[in-house]
């Protein structure tokens, strides 16, 4: 009886593991003060880094409209609501401070970022450094006003609401650097967020006569109205301005703009804040104060950093969007695990009465024919569960085999149903293996399929390679694709082969040689592959007179500086990180054939010189007629020629 109780204990908590599910959903409160582009990007970011896990995290984001009263009930209903961790930017100080204290109370982390409130019982604090970007602010200003020497010059700080924290570091880092510099004339005069209240300051300063010669602005959207005084006044071009956000679309275009004369780019850092949540909520070391600092924008750097905040930008919309695709495809694997477990489960009871009643037929004869009729029965359950799984495998494969008959299907879609083809079977062994049924016979059957499936992908290829190479190569730009990966040489080989000619090699060392006998117009290589790399592969392409001017992209998971740098040493033409944008990579082969064409165009006549000659040692005439090389010839004249 005990090894009974023992098995049945371990049978049962095998059932309830395979139950239980491993993906912990973390709930990600946010509690925004207020809008504007800075915001908004900070909010983009956050919803996007919550696709960078592996685990579950779910952000929601709630505005308070710049109104406290609403942010207090707003914090409430958020603790209120199950979340586990909240991340706040108070809009006041203290007012807040009480709504704060009430969700620490309930056991939830509070993580404040940008701004603080007026309690200490928070977890911790992210955001950029005001007190930093102050400082920094002023020292540029100051070091731009050492160069005024017809009068003391006059600098004027407008500041905002002073009941946020924020306003009130900016302030005494601008102030402290002000304080390093005793020849300038400084005043400061308190305002708030908004641009007409910075606008009504401004006019009334200049208005009285004693007119600044630097103006700074706690924020990016102040400075539109203080711009708008100085040139109602007309000081335009007298009096630098300088604010502090530096985003895309506010403050480096109205640098760009001549605008301003400066501005101090406040690091949003949104996928920051959601690491730092997944810390606290996992148990991971954290520090409890998390300063980030910023740069100055000026006119000088304005466009680069310009260029890369847009790319960052598109990239968090293109994670969300490819996540948002990748859900409607889980919620149906989702829906597909569910029966497979619950099949699992059917299998695991069955097993468990199968144990029990040989169990029961050892501790007793005396019920023998009710043990064997119980058996019949279950026998016969475990054949109709085989039948309900093996009837839908039936039914996917069928077609599929059907399909394949068709003669008139393209290259793209008999791959595809190869691929298909192979994961049925795959699919098929996993089922057979599980329900125990027939196993040997099906393991045969399975392994045939599946070495069938290969043959026929091996001769699929085989058959599209010769029929390449004796299409005229004239009529469209080669592309030759280099990776290890079978599945991806397939996936890049259908995303290209409307518009190009396309050749694949699993390796460097055979993509060399077969770069060497077709000379392709473009080579798109992974860089993690066996027998040669990417890097290698690269560095002889670009060796070799032959292949030295065939354009090289570079597909990698490597993104590092230093990672791309090693391979544009290496002699790469461009660098592509996965995951990848189809339409980047199909624009990127595009341009550099066009540029590859361009220059053909610009040799022409100096190959033209060469290639009757040349031509025929290589047995490839001219184009009838015309004089002119076909651009293969072109290729290996350009390769031939001396350019030392």
């Not at 089922?431 to 091996?458: P, Y």
């Not at 004796?470 to 030759?480: A, M, N």
């Not at 117009?521 to 670009?542: E, N, S, Y």
């Amino acid at each position: 009886m005990a090894t009974r109780r023992i098995i049945v204990t371990t049978l049962v908590s095998m059932l309830l593991a395979a139950c239980a599910t491993n993906n912990k959903t973390y709930r990600i409160g946010v509690s925004q003060c207020g809008t504007g582009e800075w915001r908004d990007k900070v909010n983009h970011e956050m919803l996007a880094a919550q696709h960078l896990y592996e685990c579950d995290v779910k952000v929601s984001i709630a505005c308070a409209y710049d109104d406290t009263r609403h942010q207090i009930q707003q914090i409430d209903s958020l603790a209120d609501s199950g979340i586990e961790l909240l991340v706040v930017a108070p809009n006041e100080s203290a007012p807040v401070a009480e709504a704060i204290e009430r969700t620490r109370q309930k056991g939830i982390p509070v993580i404040y970022f940008d701004r603080k409130a007026e309690t200490q019982d928070y977890t911790a604090f992210i955001g950029g450094n005001n007190v930093s970007a102050g400082q920094t602010v002023g020292s540029y200003i100051a070091d731009m006003a050492s160069g005024i020497a017809d009068h003391q010059p006059i600098v004027l700080e407008i500041t905002a609401a002073m009941s946020s924290s924020p306003a009130r570091e900016r302030h005494d880092g601008f102030q402290k650097a002000m304080q390093e510099h005793p020849e300038l004339k400084y005043i400061c005069i308190n305002s708030d967020w908004t641009s007409q209240s910075a606008y009504q300051v401004a006019k009334t300063q200049i208005s009285s006569g004693l007119i600044p010669d630097m103006i700074f602005c706690h924020n990016d959207g102040m400075t539109t109205g203080v711009y708008k005084a100085i040139d109602e006044c007309g000081q335009k071009g007298r009096i630098k301005l300088f604010g502090i956000d530096g985003m895309a679309d506010e403050g480096i275009k109205y640098v760009l703009d001549g605008q301003l004369d400066g501005t101090y780019v406040y690091p949003t850092h949104g996928d920051e804040i959601i690491r730092l949540a997944l810390n606290i909520l996992t148990g991971q070391p954290y520090e409890r104060d998390n300063a980030i600092n910023g740069m100055i924008v000026t006119p000088e750097n304005a466009n680069i950093i310009s260029l890369n905040s847009r790319e960052l930008m598109k990239q968090n919309a293109d994670l969300i969007i490819i996540h948002d695709k990748l859900d409607n495809y889980f919620g149906l694997y989702n829906s597909q695990h569910k029966m497979l477990m619950a099949s699992l489960i059917s299998i695991l009871v069955l097993l468990i009465g199968l144990l029990l009643t040989w169990l029961a037929v050892k501790q007793t004869r005396k019920a023998h024919r009710k043990m064997k009729a119980l058996n019949e029965e279950q026998t016969l359950f475990y054949t109709n569960a085989s039948h309900q799984l093996k009837t839908p495998l039936t039914l996917i494969a069928g077609p599929v085999n059907k399909l394949k008959e068709d003669t008139t299907l393209t290259e793209t879609q008999q791959e595809l149903l190869a691929i298909m083809e192979r994961n049925i079977a795959q699919l098929e062994t996993v089922t057979n293996s599980v329900l125990n049924f027939q196993k040997e016979q099906t393991a045969s059957i399975s392994d045939d399929t599946a070495a069938e499936s290969l043959a026929n992908q091996e001769k699929l290829h085989e058959s599209r390679l010769a029929m390449m190479m004796q299409k005229d190569t004239e009529e469209l730009p080669s592309v030759l694709i280099v990776d290890d990966n079978e599945d991806m040489r397939r996936y890049l080989r259908t995303l290209l082969a409307d518009k190009f000619y396309v050749l694949d090699a699993p390796d460097g060392q055979a993509g060399l040689k077969l770069a060497r006998d077709i000379v392709p117009d473009v080579v798109v290589t992974d860089v993690m592959m066996p027998i040669m790399d990417g890097l290698q592969f690269c560095q002889a392409l670009k060796s070799d007179p032959i292949t030295s001017h065939i354009p090289v992209i570079l597909l990698t998971a490597r993104s590092t500086e230093s990672q791309q740098i090693e391979g544009f040493e290496r002699g790469a033409d461009a660098y592509l990180t996965k995951p990848f944008h189809a339409q980047v990579l199909m624009a990127r082969i595009y341009n550099l054939v066009k540029s590859r064409q361009q220059l053909r165009i610009l040799l022409n006549d100096e190959l033209r010189v060469k290639g009757e000659e040349i031509a025929t040692t290589q047995k490839e005439p001219a184009n009838a007629g015309t004089g002119t090389l076909t651009p293969r010839t072109q290729d290996r004249l350009f390769a031939a020629m001396n350019w030392g």
